[in-house]
């Protein structure tokens, strides 16, 4: 790009109107802002993130633009990339409101409301000190939201068509989920450099590729597959049917700080922990018993979900009793066949006092059904109903009624 190219996209940078930018690639699925606005500014040799920043005419100072973008900065950011709002909202945290978070600011957003509403594994009024004890200060605590640390998939890097498409992912920057829900496999530590480059922090000696993907066991795998279907569709299948994103969110959130219990404050309930944690084959992380999940170390939150993971599979499957009150949610909804009711009762009336009339009614039908099949009483009951007709319209409508009752008169 010549001085005379760089000078003239600078002044398009300048634009008061928010013009588009003379080069802005679409953002990729699942793409965070900044990352977008990384590879936007790649695409000219003299201008970096900031200076894109700078041309909106706008303060962004102490912006967290994956985090929550200001209304201003966000139509701007949207006119210079060709982009709509909606879509550029979406690649922020606050995108995910409400059903990630009720909000990006740490002030609304309530540690006991958001974990404590659903209980599964536990009876909900159970270690409620030990709660208390995890609980964060006000106004410091986010769901799901730690310090960030880039992770990407190495098998879905390895499959990308050029470098250029090299870009951060926002699910993937959030403990919520452990694995690639395509290849199945851990999400690694890296350092990326969007547009261009990326640097796995565990490679073979001597190497700069990545060490061999490692593969995570199947509860984290399907607990991450629908982590990543609330996200992108707002809601996930369980055992009940189908349940809004929030809910499920919230659930997980649950079950993630039920694991964490004390054993010695788990009363009954300790044996189907034990088990829980044995068969993820590891050790609850000491760190849990004074700490939220989102504080811990990476490795623990891994732990952590793990056993998550696993307990949720095991209550859908029934393996082991959960006593929360919404444990009903992950199980399948039980058959419940439909009372095919009883038979209608007139006992609450007075019965109908017996008539003669009764016996003429049953006398008739007697006739009628005789009549039907033998033709010497068909001759009897026309000659005694015929007495009652008068003219000859009358036989013959007199004849079309034993017609219509099924009685022949092929003997007339």
Known sequence: MTRTNISAAQGEFDDGEHRPWPLHPQPLPGETVSSWLARTSELYSMITRADLLDSLGLDTTGVDLDRFIPEPVLTALAGKGACTVDRLREMTLAGYTPWLLD???????????????????????????????????VGTWLPWVSALTTRACPLCIDALDTDADIVVTMAHQYPMLTSCTKHLCRLEFCTVIPGRLIFWERTPAGSDDHAPPLPVPAAVAEIDRRSVAALTNGSVELGVGRVHAAVWFRLLRTVVDEVVTPLIHAGWWARGLRAIWESTGRSRPLQTSRVPFENLSWDGQAAVLAAAATAIIAVENDQIFAGGADACLLQPR???????????????????AHSAWDDVVAAIDAAVAEARVNSDAARSLFGF??????????????????LELGIRLDWA
């Not at 006991?112 to 009024?125: A, E, I, M, N």
Request: contains cysteine.
């Open 103 to 137: 909000s990006t600011d740490p002030t609304e957003c309530d540690f006991d409301t958001y974990v404590h509403q659903f209980s599964v594994l536990l009876p909900p009024g159970l270690a409620v000190p030990d709660r208390y004890r995890r609980r964060p200060p």
């Open 334 to 352: 039980p058959y419940e066949p439909v009372d095919p009711g009883t038979a209608p009762t007139r006992s609450h009336f007075q019965a109908r």
């Open 385 to 402: 109903a015929r007495t009652g007709c008068r003219t000859e319209d009358d036989v013959d409508e007199l004849a079309y009624a034993f």
